[in-house]
C-alpha cells in the first residue's frame, strides 16, 4: 500500500511507526480520566504537553489526538474515502462499531448519513443554501431578532441562552420549512433537545442501546420527548403535503424528488430525518454562537463600545439589511472571534478507513482521529494571546466565512469543519449570526449577573451549562 506523506517529516523520512506516538504515562487509562473529568482542558494540556499527534487510546482501536493543521485538512477533505465519518468505535479502546451518537435524534439524515446516502441527499439539499437564497433570508434574520427582542424590559433578567435558542429556532422554521412555529412547539424541540443531548454523548458506552429500552424514568423521558418532537415534524410534513406542492421551502423540496432510476418519492421516515436534521442543526449551534458572543460582550467594556459605535454609525435607527453585512467588518469580526474562543462545534471524529501517514506517524487502519476547533483555535502557535477576546485579529483583510486569517494554516481555525462534510449551513449561519448580533446590539447590551460562572457544557455542541442569566440594558 502506498502512503500520502501529509506532514512535513524531514524529506526522505519514513514515517515513524505507531508505536511511538507519545501519550501520558498511565497509557489510555490516564488520558481518559484527563478526558472525563474536563475534556476541554484535557484535550488542551494533552497537546501542550505531547504535540500535535497525542495517543489517546490503544488496541483493539486505537485512538488519537490530532492538532496538526495539514493532518486535519488531510482528513475532513477527505472525508467519505480515506477518512470516514458515520459509525462511531463503542469506547476508545473497543473494536465494536454504533451508529453516530446523534442518531438516536436524527435517524439518517445529512449529518449522519454516510456514503452515496450522504451524497445524493447533500446534492438535494444544497440550493436552499445557494448565496442569491440566502441573501432573501436577510430581512428575516433582521426581523425576527428585532421581534425577539421587542418583548424584553430594560433591566430584566433573561436567560438570553434560551431567547437566542428560541430565536434561531424562528429564524430556521420561517426560512427553511416556511412556516412560523407557536411557543407550544418550540417548547416540545427544546425539550427533546434538552433531555437527549446530554446521553447522546453517552451513546458510545456499553449497554446504551438497551439501557435505552428500560422502563426508567430518564430513558422514558427521552422517548417520551423524541415521540413529540417526531409527531411535530410529522404534522409539518402532513400539513405541507395537504397544501400542495410548488413552494420552494424545504420540506417541499424533500417531497418532490424523486428517485431517477424508480421515479419513487422520499418514504415518510426519510424526509422526517432530513427534515429534522436540518431544524436541529440549523438552529442550536447558532444559538450557542451568539450566545457566547453577548457573553463575550458582557466581559468587555472596549470591544463592546467599538461595536456598538460601528452600529450606531452604520445603522443608525434602522433595521440592518444584508447589504450592511460588508458595511459591519468589526461587528463581523466579533462573531468570528467568538467562535475561535468558543467554537460551537468543539470537536470531531473520523476513523481511517486505510492505513496512512498521519503528523508523521504511521497509523492503522480503523484508527479514531479527534480534531477538535477548541485546542486548535487556542493553539498559541497561531493565536498570540490566545485567551483574549480580540476581533482586531480579523480586521484588514477579506477572509472568507469560516476561514483562518490569511496569513495562518487553513486548519487553524474551522469552526464549521471543511471537506465534502463541511457545514452545509455556513453561509446561512455567518450572515444570520452577524445581522441578528447587529439587530439586537443597536438597541440592547447585557450585563453578567453578580456571582454566576458561566460554564462551558462540551456535549455534542459547546453550550452554557446552566444557560446564560443576563441582565438586558436597553441603549441609549
Ligand atoms: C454557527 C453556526 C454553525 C456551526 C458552528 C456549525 C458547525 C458545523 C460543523 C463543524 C459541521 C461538520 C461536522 C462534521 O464534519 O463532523 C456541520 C455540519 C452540518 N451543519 Fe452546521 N453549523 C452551524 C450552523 C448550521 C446551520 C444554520 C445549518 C442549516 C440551516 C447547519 C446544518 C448542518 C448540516 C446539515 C450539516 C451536515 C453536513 C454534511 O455532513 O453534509 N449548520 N456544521
Partial sequence: MTVAPIFPNPPGAAPRPVEEVPGPAGGPIAAMRLLRADPLAGLTRLRREFGPVVRLSSRPVSAFLVADPTAIGDGLVGSNRTHAKGAVRRGFGSSETVVQPLTMLLGQGLLTSAGEVHRRQRRLMQPLFHRQRIAGYGDTFARIADDTAA????????????????????????????????????????????????????????????????PLPAPRRRRAARESLDRVVYDLIEARRTAGAGGDDLLSLLLSTRDADTGAGMADEEVRDEALTIMLAGHETTANALSWTFHLLAGDAEVAARMHAELDTVLADRTPSMDDLSRLPYTDAVFRESMRLYPPVWAMGRHLTEEREVGGYLLPAGSTLLFSQWVMHRDERWWPDPARFDPTRWLGASIGVGAAPPDQPRYSYFPFGGGPRQCIGNTFAHAEGVLALAAISRRWSFEPVAGIEIVPQPLVTLRPRDGLPMTARRRG
Fill in 151 to 214: 418583548t424584553w424590559r430594560d433591566g430584566q433578567r433573561l436567560d438570553v441562552h434560551a431567547e437566542m435558542t428560541e430565536m434561531t429556532l424562528a429564524i430556521v422554521a420561517r426560512t427553511l420549512f416556511g412556516v412560523d412555529l407557536d411557543s407550544e412547539v418550540i417548547a416540545v424541540v427544546r425539550t427533546a433537545i434538552d433531555e437527549n443531548m446530554p446521553a447522546a454523548g453517552r451513546a458510545r458506552l456499553p449497554g446504551f442501546e438497551a439501557f435505552e429500552r428500560l
